[in-house]
């Protein structure tokens, strides 16, 4: 029998009550926006947003990402990460998303981890799974926790 949108939801945040704390990876974008609201309603005070600042993110999307924290009243850290100054990224190889979403994240967890977060959330769909992703095989490594995924939660559904 397949869920319906509400048992989803209600499964969604009951997973996400099973942690005490979550850090989460916030791009200021529909998923990470969704998924940050969610985990604040039901973690209140136990969250922290986490937007990564590097040459691919503009100062509007740095500006929603921080305005939307705000509104949430969820506490935000900007991460500075260079990326470019990677080779196996700034060479453009076919494996250049695996070692990209593995310096963000590992920066992320380092981040996460001194402010007391021992799990970082991150808004990867079902949809994302369909595709040829190579960072996804970087969020498994590190054991990013992608609660969309898990749940079969697809774009649209968001």
Not at 16 to 24: H, M, Q
Not at 25 to 44: E, N, Q, T, Y
Request: positive net charge; aromatic residues 8%; hydrophobic residues 40%.
């Amino acid at each position: 029998m397949k869920e319906n949108n509400n048992q989803k939801l209600t499964k969604l945040k009951e997973f996400i009550k099973s942690f005490s704390r979550v850090a989460v990876a916030f791009s200021g974008g529909v998923d990470s926006s969704l998924l940050l609201s969610i985990c604040a309603r039901v973690l209140p005070g136990n969250v922290l947003a986490l937007t990564v600042v590097s040459e691919f993110q503009s100062e509007d999307e740095i500006e929603r990402a921080k305005e939307f924290a705000k509104k949430l009243q969820v506490p935000h850290r900007l991460v500075p990460v260079n990326v470019l100054s990677h080779k196996r990224i700034s060479n453009n190889p076919a494996d250049r998303c695996y070692h990209c979403k593995k310096e963000l994240f590992t920066t992320m967890l380092d981040v996460a981890a001194k402010e007391g977060y021992q799990v970082v959330v991150d808004g990867t769909n079902a949809d994302d799974a369909k595709d040829y992703r190579p960072g996804l095989m970087a969020l498994e490594e590190l054991k990013i926790v992608s609660p969309f995924l898990r749940f079969g939660i697809t774009k649209e559904w968001i």
